[in-house]
């Protein structure tokens, strides 16, 4: 499946994947949408990050979002680059990403990057992989509590997006519970309460664009000027093979 194609085509192009058949996502209608009512905020897996980084009510009401989606790569990246295709993005390992390189992974029996080149791996929850998910959008709709809707031959689903990933002892090949043939068609996040606070903070190597050394997205209730307590924790990003919640 291939939506804005900044990932995939880095993939067919490299060989790392060789599909007998590419689905066009682009050419399903109502994927390209925000939604924003009582309910919180749908928003379409075909939306690019662009339009969720500059959308107002995001930008005043879902900080965490907008500020994530505003700090993947660049805006050329941005402007096609969907947020279906960021929740759903593989790994930036390098040994995943050479094509003469049969890591477990991609079916081998080894993860080189234990010995090997493993600067930018997990340093939380890994085994027998240590890749980290390269998603900043997911670390900040994880802390805003959102859901995403899955569409296949057997029906639809909806889930927490926490539980859409799953760690690497779970399955080492792939990121997340799709099963083949399913898509995930929209995201939707809950109204945030009154007196909510969040941002994203996303610590990386180079000045110019870049993928998270570390990010952390925190979505707080305020009582006043102060944190309230045991309300939802702060998600660290790139450190763990999905959004680790921290204290
Ligand atoms: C140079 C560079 C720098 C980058 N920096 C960052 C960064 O700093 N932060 C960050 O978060 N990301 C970064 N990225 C990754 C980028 O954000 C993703 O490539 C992009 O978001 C993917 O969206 P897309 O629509 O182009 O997906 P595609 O390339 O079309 O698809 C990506 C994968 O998702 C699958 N897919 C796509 N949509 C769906 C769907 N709706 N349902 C099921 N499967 C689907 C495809 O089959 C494919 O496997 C970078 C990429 C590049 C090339
Ligand atoms: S971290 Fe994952 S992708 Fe990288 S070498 Fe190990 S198994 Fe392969």
Same mark, same amino acid.
């Given at each position: 499946?291939?939506?804005?194609?900044? /990932?995939?085509?880095?993939?067919?192009?490299?060989?790392?994947?060789?599909p007998?058949?590419?689905?066009?996502?682009?050419?399903?209608? $109502?994927? /390209?949408?925000i939604?924003?009512?009582?309910?919180?905020?749908?928003?379409?897996?075909?939306?690019?990050?662009?339009?969720?980084a500059?959308?107002?009510?995001?930008?005043h009401?879902?900080?965490?979002?907008?500020?994530?989606?505003?700090?993947?790569?660049?805006?050329?990246?941005r402007?096609?680059? !969907?947020?279906?295709?960021?929740?759903?993005?593989r790994?930036?390992?390098?040994?995943?990403?050479?094509p003469?390189?049969?890591?477990?992974?991609?079916?081998? /029996?080894?993860c080189?990057?234990?010995?090997?080149?493993?600067?930018?791996?997990?340093?939380?929850?890994?085994g027998?992989v240590?890749?980290?998910?390269?998603?900043?959008?997911?670390?900040?709709?994880?802390?805003?509590g959102?859901?995403?809707k899955?569409v296949?031959?057997?029906?639809?689903?909806t889930?927490?997006?926490?539980?859409f990933f799953?760690?690497p002892?779970?399955?080492?090949?792939?990121?997340?519970?799709?099963?083949?043939n399913?898509?995930?068609?929209?995201?939707?996040?809950?109204?945030?309460?009154a007196?909510?606070?969040s !941002?994203?903070?996303?610590?990386?190597?180079?000045?110019?664009f870049?993928?998270?050394?570390?990010?952390?997205?925190?979505n707080?209730?305020?009582?006043?000027?102060?944190l309230?307590?045991?309300?939802?924790?702060?998600?660290?990003?790139?450190?763990?093979?999905l959004?680790?919640? $921290?204290?």
């Amino acid at each position: 499946m291939i939506a804005g194609g900044t /990932d995939l085509l880095g993939e067919l192009k490299e060989y790392i994947e060789t599909p007998k058949k590419v689905v066009n996502l682009k050419s399903i209608p $109502g994927l /390209d949408e925000i939604k924003a009512d009582s309910s919180g905020l749908t928003i379409g897996a075909l939306v690019t990050l662009t339009d969720i980084a500059a959308h107002t009510t995001i930008q005043h009401h879902y900080t965490v979002l907008a500020e994530a989606a505003a700090s993947v790569a660049s805006p050329q990246i941005r402007n096609v680059g !969907t947020l279906g295709g960021n929740l759903c993005q593989r790994p930036r390992c390098w040994y995943y990403r050479n094509p003469d390189i049969i890591c477990l992974k991609k079916g081998g /029996d080894t993860c080189y990057a234990i010995e090997g080149l493993n600067k930018y791996h997990a340093i939380f929850g890994g085994g027998p992989v240590y890749i980290v998910h390269p998603s900043d959008t997911a670390p900040a709709l994880i802390a805003l509590g959102a859901t995403v809707k899955i569409v296949g031959p057997n029906g639809d689903r909806t889930m927490p997006l926490e539980d859409f990933f799953v760690l690497p002892d779970v399955n080492p090949q792939r990121e997340n519970v799709l099963e083949p043939n399913e898509v995930l068609t929209e995201v939707h996040v809950p109204q945030p309460k009154a007196h909510t606070k969040s !941002t994203y903070v996303k610590i990386r190597e180079r000045g110019s664009f870049d993928f998270a050394l570390v990010s952390v997205a925190a979505n707080f209730e305020m009582n006043g000027g102060n944190l309230q307590q045991g309300k939802r924790r702060p998600r660290w990003g790139r450190s763990y093979p999905l959004a680790f919640q $921290g204290s």
